[in-house]
Structure formats: structure tokens, C-alpha cells
């Protein structure tokens, strides 16, 4: 049976923890977003709503910005009890009068994983940018080792961070930049983190985390200045070698699909398009002028 009427919504507190976990294991309408952080990190962080009937929660919604100017969804999950538009619809309505009240213009962003939740968020007017393809490097020999960019590699230590930053922020557009924290825990989750300076100057970096069968690059970026002259692809094949001497059989990326030269860096090294695509939806949020 469906439950439609007499829910509530209120904040998530750490008392709810078990109780969304439950949510987020039991159920089977879930969004989660691919994150450094898992989804109940963020209770406490505003906005992370649950709807709740008698004591029960039904539905949660949780959509922190970080950085500032981004709130990505970071969970959406639905009890099979519930009309799971009618969850979506009334935790967004709260959603997004708590986002515009905090007087910060920002985007709302998803990529949605599941096709449910692809209608829920068509609906609720958010528009398609662009989609996310998915690259495998599989076993086979090393590719041409890079050319000789003056350029020297070291790993990354902590007080790279800010600078790592800085080069993240000229790198990438609003939605994909990456805050401080986020950097950190990436940093502290990885298993290969490179930089590469020139002159004594950071201008790019990587970050590489394992998995069961061998890696995932999961950010690299060097200056836009800088960009043309080799280093992306010295960060790429250093990488690819540490992770071979490691004894990886597959390393995984993944990048904007309109990407022309990130996609040119990494079919230059040997990755193939797996075929799986995740489509990226957004919203300007707008504060509330009152």
C-alpha cells in the first residue's frame, strides 16, 4: 500500500543514523552520488531532509552544497511504501526553499543512475547539460613513454593542498571544482597521488584510488596555461607504470563526454570507451530576494 498523506518533514539528525541507513540498504528507489563521502556523512549539513510518519522515516533528500556555489544531490532514497514522486516532490519543495533562503546563488546537480530518477529530476525542471563517459585501460603493454617536458614528478604531500587547489579551480567549471575538504579526504582516500611541477611551480596533479582489480584515476588536471606540452600525458604514464608494477589489470577513468581533449589524452594512452554513459542535469538556484 501506498502512503501518500499525514508525513512530516524535519532536518536529519544523528539519531536517525540506523534509521536511513535501513532507507539506503533496504530499499529500492536510491540515488546515491558518486562521492568521496558516503551519504550519511553529510547529516548535519544542510539541507539533508527526511520525511517521516510515525516515527517511521519513509523518504530522505540530502543536497549540502560543497563547494559553495554547487549542491549536488548526494541522496535521494524512497521506502517502497511511499509514492515515491509524491516523497520526491515534497522533500524538494523544502529542499529548495532552504537552499534559495541561504542567500547564495548556486547550482543544483545530479547525475542520475537509474532512469526513475532521470524523470523525477525532468520533472522538477532540471535541465540536461551534458553526459559522463566511462574509459577502461585493461592489460596490455605501456604506452610511448612521454617526451621530455622539464618537468618533475613527486608525490603529492598535504601541504600541496592548497596549491592543488588553486590548479583544480583553474582547471575545471563551477560544478566539477573541488573544495578544500574534498580535496583532503581524496587526498587521504588515495593510493596514487602525483604532483608535477616546472620551475619549482605545481601546474598539475592526479589522484588514483585502488580497487579490486587494479585502479580509478579519479581527478587530474593541469593549468590551463600550461596545457599542450606533454605533462598531462607524463602525470597519465606515470601513473598507468605505478599501478602496473602493482600488479593492476584494469585502471578506470571517467570524463565529460564533450571533452575533446581529455578524451584525446586518454585514448592517446590506450583507454576504450566501456559504453557507459551517465547523464548530468543542473538548476540555478536563485536566492530568495525577500
Known amino acids: 500500500m501506498l502512503i501518500k498523506t499525514r508525513s512530516s518533514i524535519r ?34 549539513e544542510e539541507p539533508f531532509l527526511v520525511l517521516e510518519q510515525n516515527d517511521s522515516i519513509i523518504a530522505a533528500l540530502a543536497c549540502p552544497p560543497d563547494p559553495p556555489q554547487v549542491a549536488w544531490i ?24 532552504n537552499l534559495q ?49 622539464g618537468c618533475n614528478l613527486r608525490p603529492m604531500t598535504f601541504d600541496d593542498l592548497p596549491e592543488v587547489q588553486r590548479v583544480d579551480q583553474a582547471s575545471f567549471s563551477p560544478i566539477w571544482q573541488n573544495s578544500r575538504p574534498c580535496l583532503e579526504l581524496a587526498f587521504r582516500q588515495a593510493s596514487i597521488a602525483t604532483v608535477i611541477e616546472k620551475d619549482g611551480r605545481l601546474v598539475g596533479y592526479q589522484i588514483s584510488s585502488a580497487t579490486p582489480i587494479g585502479g580509478h584515476l579519479a581527478r587530474l588536471a593541469v593549468r590551463p596555461e600550461q596545457r599542450g606540452h606533454g605533462i598531462g600525458y607524463q602525470l597519465l604514464h606515470d601513473l598507468l607504470t605505478q599501478f602496473i608494477r602493482r600488479g593492476a589489470q584494469t585502471i578506470t577513468v571517467n570524463t565529460q563526454k564533450d571533452n575533446i581533449a581529455s578524451l584525446a589524452l586518454y585514448e592517446r594512452a590506450g583507454f576504450e570507451f566501456t559504453g557507459e554513459e551517465y547523464p548530468v542535469f543542473k538548476m540555478d538556484i536563485s536566492p530568495d530576494p525577500r
Open 11 to 44: 532536518k536529519a539528525t544523528t539519531n536517525d543514523l540506523q534509521k536511513l541507513a535501513n532507507l539506503i540498504h533496504f530499499e529500492a528507489h536510491i540515488h546515491r552520488h558518486l562521492d568521496y563521502r558516503p551519504p550519511l556523512d553529510w547529516v548535519g
Open 74 to 97: 548526494r541522496l535521494f532514497a524512497a521506502a517502497s511504501r511511499v509514492q515515491t514522486s509524491h516523497a520526491w516532490e515534497t522533500l524538494w519543495a523544502e529542499a529548495a526553499a
Open 101 to 149: 533562503a541561504a542567500r547564495q546563488p548556486c547550482w543544483l546537480a545530479a547525475i542520475p543512475m537509474q532512469k526513475w530518477f532521470e524523470d523525477l529530476l525532468v520533472k522538477s525542471s532540471l535541465e540536461y547539460t551534458h553526459s559522463i563517459t566511462m574509459l577502461n585501460w585493461d592489460s596490455q603493454p605501456l604506452p610511448e613513454p612521454p617526451a621530455d617536458t
